[in-house]
């Protein structure tokens, strides 16, 4: 019997080994690595079902709605779930939606959203169609096939103001990987384009959730409560809907009538294939209306572009994606001049007292290359001050301080570019920091450019040329309509420069103003006795005859409103284009309510194409009753 | 006296006054907590199907209820009785792991995989369960006859081919679990009655080509081969088979030293783990009670295997020691395998836990056999 208690305890021994065994796993399971398991318990049994969160309005300045919110029956295709089913319930969706299959096949390839992400293929379905979709899951698998009440964007203007509005759309891949953490879904909106996107964290709210504990077939057992969501705040536009409708209608209009005009150095008519507006309060900086044409519809975006809206939108050469007033930098021409001459008058280049003799060529003191520097018109126009210079737009007076700068600059009596220091401090070559996405900037060159970039430059060095064309807002020097409007509200309000802003303030859903925009200003340091001279000077360029506008505004009331106005007219360097056509204009003349800008692409003269849209615009804010139209002739600058 | 054998017993070595309390008492308090540990299992489901959330335990008290009468009717015979009887008991039970698989008789489970019970009074009987203890007595019985000490070669051929019988009828059940406990109650008293290495190295060595073959001739189902592998290969086996064996885990690791309380697991209350309320009781030890919890149940184990194997010491008969040995080897490996395929060290195979897993079959085989221990200990004395 000694032998089996001995083999009894060999029993023994493996048992203890068993205890041994499990002990050591459970305290492994248990102790060293529990926390691991217990968020897989609370992961696969806690659900959490997000509430989105109403996102904020756009409103004018008089509080109208311009982009609103409404509710949309939205069909999503869960592309990760089709497999063999694509075809059949593509079909069957297309008969029920009435969307080709091509289109919709179309709509499910893009590659902008991931795989397991539901596509919207369809807004506002009929609650009939979704209906039919529910009650068929046969045709329509429900985990390949949703229709979901989502609030959408809604805009009661349709295209108004739609580069300035933006747009909202699905989350795009790449901006879910890196959004991923601030509560965005894989089905969340978010903006894309203009003030949707510059004001996005505001507009958004905070995204509420539901918890629920679901058991293993993902039942809801019981809901564990909820975290309400915070809506969106609104956004009050400085904008006024009604100019802004003025601004829209005009700009095609006077577009559209400059393109039966013949311009005589092309040998065509003019283009105009594209303009932009901007009215801004001086004051304030404040934007009362901005346009863009061609626009388009932001609608087309919550629903899924469609090929040709997709060509049109980026792939014809007008543009129309584009914002003009903020993203086209183009030559301001003579717009330009008011503020060579401000920066004369401050580096004493020029005087308000003297007389400048206006030549029909000039030639550079001291250049043998031979270079002739064309006036405008090709006759001398004889002694004029900086005041008539402006009027009748004299280019000679302006490249001969243009010289002057290059002149006394090489001399190094005022440290490094004085002129260009000037200009730059109106704003150009830099953005204004608009309340916008993808602003241009555009340039203005001077030597330290040259320096840097002499590949860029004849003979590797700035040329007194570039001083010289830059006086007359050529070649050397770029600005949106922006910028333009920017610097004119400088001259318009005394001598500030101020940050250029479409929305006002943002205001809480109870109504509580969270954040205000305006007030962005500081002064350019010139005495208000010069921008008040300049602004004397560029009214006579509407109301006195020879001025460059002066058949533009012929039978304008300027008695009873005096517009103080600068035409503009550029040639643009690269390709086979017409002339950029510019005026900028002050209302009233002697305390200026509004600058505005119109630049049109390829039209003409200043005269011919940009200053009737700019008096029509005028007209109709004041409600001058015109009988009768802008006389446009052969156009001057 | 003893009423039954008609002996005399000198006072002091009355049955009655051996009892091993002990014994007795793990047992009561694994029954009692087996209860709870179902009812926290079964009740949500039953409650969510509309059904009283405490049909299962009632139902699983009246079958320990009638366990512990079965024990204790056990107890009060003279175990050597069944060396008597072993040939019928045996003989007994491999007709029914016959009949039990004849069309008709037997019954299948719901996913018609398995044919390994009659249906009999609404409950089920499974004869497997009961052949443990059959195998059990009948390989005691002819250890305790050998003629010499050791078993030698002709012996163990004799006493493998009593064991492979009712293995092979098991096993193409098909029931894999009660097979493998099969083998391990064979294996466990051969090594007890002093089987020679060389021998239970054969042994080794002629299983292992065996079960190669059975795999070869595909008489392994797909399904064994799948949940047998999810230990060592989770990557390539069957979604389900990980799916159980992952959601094991999380309800073991998620309770943590002191558990979640009773009811208070999210695994369990939610249904998460599959054949929760029978193989894979132990998750609601590990998810609610935690690791003291767990460590508190396999001391119980830890208590009855080491009574177990005192009895064996203790038996001055051969007999009794084999049986008891039997049973602790049984025991053992139920209690390994099972909380080993729960915590992921052991492939998962269908083997309940005693005292503990639903089930009215292995409830009254575990207490017949505790009856057996008891009646070995309370008669130890010859």
Redesign the interface.
């Known amino acids: 019997m000694e032998?089996?208690?001995s083999?009894?305890r060999?029993?023994?021994l493996?048992?203890a080994m068993?205890?041994v065994?499990?002990?050591t796993?459970?305290?492994f399971?248990?102790?060293l690595?529990?926390e691991?398991?217990?968020e897989?318990?609370?992961d696969?049994?806690i659900r959490f079902v997000p509430i989105d969160a109403l996102r904020g309005r756009i409103l004018d300045a008089d509080g109208d709605v311009i982009v609103g919110n409404r509710m949309s029956l939205q069909v999503r295709v869960n592309r990760a779930e089709m497999g063999d089913d694509t075809e059949a319930v593509l079909q069957h969706l297309s008969e029920v939606l009435d969307i080709k299959v091509e289109r919709l096949v179309a709509i499910l390839r893009t590659n902008r959203y991931f795989q397991r992400q539901p596509v919207p293929v369809a807004e506002f379905v009929s609650e009939q169609t979704a209906f039919f979709i529910r009650e068929h899951p046969e045709l329509f698998p429900p985990d390949i096939v949703q229709v979901e009440p989502t609030s959408v964007r809604d805009y009661p203007y349709v295209r108004l103001a739609a580069h300035s509005l933006g747009y909202v759309g699905l989350i795009e891949e790449d901006q879910y990987r890196k959004l991923e953490g601030d509560g965005y879904g894989l089905n969340a909106s978010i903006g894309r384009a203009g003030l949707e996107v510059v004001y996005e964290r505001s507009l958004r709210g905070e995204e509420g959730t539901e918890r629920f504990?679901?058991?293993?077939?993902g039942e809801v057992?019981r809901p564990l409560g909820e975290t309400p969501p915070t809506d969106g705040h609104d956004i009050v536009l400085a904008m006024d809907l009604e100019i802004q409708q003025i601004v829209e209608e005009e700009l095609v209009d006077g577009l559209e009538r400059s393109r039966s005009i013949f311009d005589d150095d092309t040998r065509r008519n003019l283009a105009a294939n594209g303009g932009a507006v901007v009215v801004m309060n001086p004051n304030t900086g404040g934007i009362v209306a901005m346009a863009s044409w061609p626009d388009y519809d932001p609608r087309w975006y919550a629903q899924g572009l469609t090929q040709e809206q997709r060509r049109y939108l980026f792939r014809s050469p007008t543009k129309p994606s584009s914002n003009r007033a903020t993203q086209f930098t183009l030559s301001p021409g003579s717009a330009f001049k008011p503020f060579v001459a401000l920066s004369a008058l401050r580096r004493g280049v020029a005087s308000l007292s003297r007389s400048y003799y206006c030549p029909a060529e000039y030639y550079a003191p001291g250049d043998e290359s031979g270079a002739v520097f064309h006036n405008a018109v090709p006759f001398s126009q004889g002694y004029l001050s900086i005041s008539s210079a402006l009027k009748v737009s004299c280019d000679t007076i302006f490249y001969e301080w243009g010289w002057q700068f290059y002149n006394r600059w090489t001399s190094d009596q005022f440290g490094a570019e004085p002129f260009q220091k000037d200009l730059r401090g109106f704003g150009f070559s830099r953005q204004t920091r608009v309340d916008l996405p993808s602003e241009s900037q555009g340039v203005l060159y001077g030597a330290a450019d040259a320096a840097d970039n002499p590949d860029l430059f004849f003979a590797g060095q700035w040329q007194p040329g570039g001083d010289i064309l830059i006086s007359i807002g050529s070649s050397y020097v770029t600005a949106t309509p922006l910028q333009l409007a920017t610097a004119y509200s400088a001259i318009a309000n005394g001598g500030k420069l101020c940050r250029p802003h479409l929305a006002d303030r943002i205001v809480s859903p109870d109504g509580e103003v969270v954040k205000d925009i305006r007030g962005h200003c500081r002064s350019l340091g010139y005495p208000k006795r010069w921008i008040q001279s300049i602004r004397a000077a560029l009214t006579r360029v509407t109301s006195e005859e020879g001025g460059t506008a002066y058949y533009a505004f012929a039978g304008f009331p300027h008695s009873q409103i005096a517009v103080a106005g600068k035409t503009g007219t550029a040639a643009r360097p690269e390709g086979d284009f017409q002339d950029t056509s510019w005026f900028a204009a002050m209302v009233p003349a002697n305390n200026p309510q509004y600058v505005v800008i119109v630049m049109a692409e390829q039209g003409g003269f200043g005269s011919q194409t940009a200053a009737p849209i700019v008096r029509r615009i005028i007209e109709r804010i004041y409600g001058i009753d015109s009988t009768s139209r802008p006389i446009v002739t052969g156009g001057t600058d | 006296m003893d009423m039954v054998a008609g002996r005399v017993w000198a006072d002091e070595r009355r049955p009655t006054r051996h009892v091993d309390g002990a014994l007795l008492g793990v047992t009561v308090v694994l029954v009692v907590a087996g209860l709870f540990l179902l009812y926290s299992a079964t009740s949500e489901t039953l409650r969510a199907d509309g059904l009283d959330p405490f049909s299962r335990v009632q139902r699983q008290a009246v079958t320990a209820v009638l366990g512990m009468v079965l024990m204790l009717l056990v107890a009060s015979f003279d175990y050597r009785f069944l060396k008597v009887y072993a040939g019928f008991i045996y003989a007994g039970l491999l007709t029914a792991l016959v009949l039990v698989r004849i069309p008709g008789l037997g019954s299948t489970d719901a996913t018609g995989t398995a044919q390994r019970w009659f249906e009999i009074a609404g409950f089920q009987v499974t004869p497997s369960e009961f052949m443990k203890l059959g195998l059990i007595v009948m390989l005691a019985t002819l250890l305790s006859e050998l003629r010499v000490s050791i078993p030698s070669g002709q012996d163990l051929v004799r006493l493998i081919g009593v064991a492979v019988v009712p293995i092979a009828l098991v096993f193409l059940q098909p029931d894999l679990g009660t097979a493998i406990t099969l083998v391990a109650i064979t294996v466990g008293m051969l090594v007890v009655a002093g089987t020679r290495p060389l021998h239970l190295g054969v042994l080794a060595v002629t299983s292992v080509v065996l079960i190669l073959l059975a795999f070869q001739v595909g008489a392994i189902k797909e399904y064994q081969v799948d949940r047998l592998t999810t230990l060592f290969d989770p990557e390539n086996s069957s979604e389900s088979a990980r799916y159980n064996l992952e959601q094991s885990l999380i309800a073991v690791g998620s309770g943590g030293l002191f558990g979640r309380g009773f009811l208070g697991g999210s695994q369990t209350s939610l249904d998460y783990v599959p054949e929760q309320h029978t193989d894979f009781i132990f998750t609601v030890v590990g998810e609610e009670f935690g690791f003291l919890g767990a460590i508190f149940v396999l001391g119980l184990y830890a208590l009855l295997l080491w009574r177990a194997i005192r009895i064996a010491f203790l038996s001055k008969d051969p007999f009794g020691t084999y049986v008891a040995a039997g049973i602790a080897s049984m025991f053992a490996i139920q209690m390994f395998v099972n909380v080993g395929m729960v915590v992921g060290i052991m492939p998962i195979t269908g083997i309940p836990l005693p005292f503990l897993s639903y089930g009215g079959s292995s409830m009254l085989a575990t207490f017949l056999a505790v009856g057996v221990l008891e009646t070995v200990h309370m008669r130890r004395f010859k």
Request: no cysteine.
């Open positions: 032998k089996v208690s083999r009894l060999l029993l023994a493996l048992v068993m205890f065994a499990l002990s796993r459970l305290w399971l248990q102790v690595a529990t691991r398991f217990q897989f318990a609370q696969q049994s504990v679901v058991n293993a077939d057992i």
